[in-house]
């Protein structure tokens, strides 16, 4: 009877060692996998913070992406439009080119038509003082020569070609393009005594001006002697250091009456030696000023 009893006890006090082992063993397993509950909720954490930030990083990095895209369409779209700007300069640059050899051929063209047209209104110009006094009297210069095919209407054409083609050396802005001021003038002969003076200013300087307030003079041998002295008169205010204006005006007794005189209050003596003139058709005076009288009618 005993003895089962201390089987029974050993039993009893092994199966307490072996409940209080595995009570132990139990906390520690339990110990354990809350050291790794903690380790791996840290490293969950630490992956949750990680994934936050790749998630704005890929956010940032998106909306660089789209900004990028958003300036390669703008540069896409100014190239294209400096490519149309560049072709479209470079097609009116072409055209003006053309244009431009276009004008210098014409104006070479123009400029050999009058040389060709001075050279003959210069060879016209050597009978024409002689034509002039066979038909109105008057020998200006030492010029003599008489031209039995000229008459008043054709000297006065070629005065008029000459001094058109004065404008053009001399005055006009565009002469290959520009139309002659003598096509609708009203007065010939104040428009050839205006462009006399204005090629007087632009070639050598001179300081002179027309005033002009004469009637149209109708008769061609007329208006050319007219045209004739007003241009002795130019050349010699050409020559004078000081302002002059060539005053023309009408008389009572159907004439033109040219005076050069001095501008300004000074005291300018002007140096003119008249034209070689004999005829009762123009009167010559050296007064305040010279004046010279050109009878404009019979």
């Known amino acids: 009877m005993l003895v089962p009893l201390i089987v029974a006890a050993l039993a009893a006090v092994a199966f307490l060692v072996l409940w209080i082992m595995g009570r132990q063993s139990a906390a520690a397993a339990q110990a354990e996998a809350d050291e790794r509950e903690k380790a791996l909720s840290s490293q969950v954490r630490d992956l949750t913070g990680r994934a936050d930030g790749l998630d704005r990083d890929l956010s940032t990095l998106t909306s660089t992406h789209e900004n990028l895209q958003a300036d390669h369409a703008q540069i896409t779209a100014a190239r294209a439009e400096v490519t149309a700007d ?3 300069l470079t097609s ?18 123009q400029s ?6 001075r050279a003959r209104v210069e060879e016209a110009e050597k009978k024409a003082a002689a034509v002039l006094a ?6 200006i210069g030492d010029q003599h020569a008489v031209d039995t ?17 004065t404008w053009r050396t001399s005055v006009a802005i565009n002469p290959a393009r520009d139309e002659s001021p ?13 462009i006399e003076a204005s090629a007087l200013r632009e070639n050598v300087g001179a300081a002179v001006v027309v005033d002009w307030a004469a009637s149209p003079v ?57 034209p070689q003139i004999t005829s009762d058709l123009v009167d010559i005076r050296d007064g305040a000023g010279v004046s010279i009288t050109v009878k404009t009618s019979s």
């Open 92 to 109: 009116e640059l072409a055209a003006t080119e053309a244009t431009v050899e276009e004008q210098a051929g014409r104006l070479e063209s």
């Open 134 to 139: 066979r038909d109105t009297g008057v020998v």
């Open 149 to 165: 095919e000229g008459s008043p209407s054709t000297l006065w054409d070629l005065e008029l070609a000459r001094s058109e083609r």
């Open 182 to 194: 003598f096509t609708d003038a009203a007065d010939p002969v104040r428009l050839a005594v205006e």
């Open 112 to 117: 050999e038509q009058i040389e060709i047209l």
């Open 86 to 88: 560049r072709d479209r």
């Open 218 to 274: 109708e008769d061609p041998a007329r208006a050319h002697l007219v045209v004739r002295v007003a241009q002795e008169l130019l050349e010699a205010a050409a020559r004078n250091h000081e302002p002059t204006r060539l005053v023309a005006r009408d008389t009572d007794d159907s004439e033109v009456n040219l005076r050069l005189e001095a501008m300004g209050d000074g005291d300018e003596v002007i140096n003119f030696i008249p």
